[in-house]
């Protein structure tokens, strides 16, 4: 081979090298100020626990079990609302699980990415290649789960989930406890995808979406009567969907006492 050529070969593996590290310490460098983003997160939060705790509580008040303990059930036989949102975990919290594996993670994050990662934005930002966790999307998604808890807690929001059924009749809104557990657990579906995003790439990670979103749909239909699908459409239209004329089988002690107290009135 001529030797200007391996010279222009050499040149070529340089400047690409040298790109190539540029690249690298720029996503170093910027790696480290995406988490200053906190700081909001935090800040917001202290906002909506204060927002919604003035209705509400703090710690569940609830004389059946310790308020430390970590799940409860919103489907008691009897007087299910001293529970419901009350505790750090319970039924619902799949569906925040499902916000940031499915809504907030393509509706959000994946747009961000791709926007952020093109070539005439990428060196002015702190953006997460595709094959590195996605911090940006993950506070970014954190920050729009503290807003939804701050407008699920408001009075319209309430009484709207009241009205989709036995389920819901007595709702009364999360405690400061429940808030923070379905941040953890959006938080949680947002990182297991960014995962799956990282090891089977867009497509890859789309199907397992779509076979979730169609899974746990049926799931929490069956179990709660309710999902992440059904929850947006009680929202818009209260009492579209509801449980009423043929409760679940666990359903039924809460249905009988939400319907005899309608007999009373």
């Known amino acids: 081979m001529p030797k200007y050529l391996i010279q ?28 200053l983003l906190l700081i909001p997160n935090i800040i917001l939060l202290v906002v909506c626990l204060m927002t919604a705790t003035e209705a509400n509580q703090f710690f569940p008040h609830a004389t059946s079990r310790s308020a430390w303990w970590p799940w409860s059930t919103c489907f008691e036989p009897v007087n299910p609302y001293e529970t419901c ?28 990415r791709y926007l952020l990662t093109r070539p005439s934005i990428r060196p002015f930002c702190a953006c997460a290649p595709g094959l590195s966790f996605d911090w940006l999307g993950f506070y970014v998604c954190a920050f729009v789960e503290i807003l939804w808890e701050m407008f699920e807690n408001t009075p319209s929001t309430i009484e709207a989930f009241r009205q989709s059924g036995p389920n819901s009749a007595e709702y009364a809104g999360d405690s400061g406890v429940n808030i923070i557990g379905d941040l953890i657990a959006c938080q949680l579906g947002f990182a297991v995808m960014a995962m799956v995003w990282m090891r089977l790439k867009c497509k890859g990670a789309f199907a397992v979406t779509a076979a979730y979103a169609v899974i746990m749909t049926i799931v929490l239909y069956f ?38 107290m309608s007999a009373g009135a």
């Open 8 to 35: 222009a070969e050499e040149g070529t593996d340089s400047s690409s090298a040298e790109q190539s590290s540029s690249d690298s310490d720029l996503d170093s460098s910027s790696s480290h100020y995406v988490h």
């Open 85 to 112: 949102s009350q505790f750090l975990l319970d039924e619902y919290s799949f569906t925040h699980f499902s916000h940031g594996f499915v809504l907030w993670f393509w509706l959000i994050a994946a747009p961000l």
């Open 223 to 260: 179990w709660i009567c309710d999902g992440l699908i059904l929850i947006w459409i009680n929202i818009a239209r209260p009492g579209s969907i509801t449980c009423v004329e043929a409760p679940p089988e666990h359903m039924l002690g809460n249905a009988t006492a939400v319907n005899a």
